[in-house]
């Protein structure tokens, strides 16, 4: 068997790992920056005031489609208790 041969596939399997090893190491950090840009991105936006204008507009908008029409003839000028109140006994 050739010594040399051997050594030299052993060689080339071993620089074409370290090729895959490099390109998945990029993919990677590519992926992970991604990532972490792409939440703070995402932070930033919720936390914007146009997101919460936006989200404020969408909430009162459902809202009054779902008030009923009552509150379009007023509210009452004066209730009662909240509770019934009694006079407690004097000892």
């Not at 992970?32 to 995402?42: F, Q």
């Amino acid at each position: 068997m050739n010594v040399n041969g051997i050594i030299a596939l052993i060689s080339a399997s071993l620089i074409m790992f370290q090729k895959i090893a490099n390109v998945l190491s990029i993919v990677s950090f590519l992926m992970v920056t991604s990532v972490i840009g792409g939440g703070y991105m995402g932070y930033k936006y919720v936390t914007s005031e146009q997101f919460q204008a936006k989200m404020m507009n969408k909430v009162l908008g459902n809202v009054q489609g779902l008030m009923p029409k009552i509150l379009d003839q007023g509210l009452p000028d004066m209730t009662g208790p909240s509770l019934p109140t009694t006079k407690l006994p004097k000892f």
